[in-house]
């Protein structure tokens, strides 16, 4: 397959920045997220933002099946005309935020991870938390997903507690996948350039989650509130919420499970969050 910025103009493909397109240039790049993506000969993968197709070629050298989704239709067009040739491939005219994962898994709820599917993809990075939390909708269909990120994004995917990083978004992923933070990508290897640097991040789903959370919403509503005002502490974030405790519940609440109201969100584990929002659930 021809190189991506001869493929660029060959088609005569001008970035839309109102879709976030940045084409990742670098071949070296391109393979290595293969490698990281772990892709196998039994795989179906779903490559999120197919583009110009170079990448997903590379996909579906190995991969048993590869559905690849893309939203321009002029690009829709191009992957047409390029994958043309291979009979594993099935594109996709969609907007991954209402694509249904679980529509190309063989069973979604199966428990063995040979069921599952593998997501890779070089996301627009105006959507990246949207398309993140979707993917978590879904995880039940998935084993590993591969994502291209803007490095501060990335890292705080994968941000631990007690780091400036960890919030809201990093307590979720942790609760449901292992990520890892694999490589740095400079600017100088996307066209056109970004004004931000790169980061390839490694989601593996979790067989099951890091603990047990007895009401989804609630706990979502409970990590935000307390991560509403970085600066203050968790009590004083909880007092001013919209979560519907009292001040007494949230003091028993701390007390019972030896939380010293004083910390603040960034402090607490994915199991003291848990606890937490078990506690008042069962109140």
Known sequence: MSSPLSLLHKYGIRPRKRLG???????????????????????TVVEIGSGIGVLTAMIA??????????????????LQQELGGFENVE????????????????????????ERIKVIGNVPYNLSSQIVLRLLEYRRCLDRVVLMLQ???????????????????????????????ETRVPAGCFYPRPDVESRVIRLDIRDEPLCRVDDMDFFRRLVRASFSKRRKTLLNNLKSSTIPVTVDQINAALSALGIDGVRRAETLSVHEFAALSNFFCRA
């Open 61 to 78: 050298r190995t991969a048993r099946r590869v559905v690849a989704l893309e939203l321009d239709r002029l690009l829709v067009g191009v």
């Open 21 to 43: 397109q940045c084409f990742l240039c670098d071949p070296n790049i391109l393979e290595k997220i293969v490698r990281i993506a772990g892709v196998q000969d039994t795989d």
């Open 91 to 114: 594109i996709v005219h969609t907007d991954v935020l209402q694509f249904d994962f679980s529509s190309v898994c063989a069973d979604p709820m199966r428990e063995s991870r040979k």
């Open 151 to 181: 490095r501060e994004v990335a890292e705080r995917l994968a941000a631990p507690p007690g780091t400036k990083d960890y919030g809201p978004l990093s307590v979720y992923v942790a609760l449901y996948t292992e990520p890892m933070l």
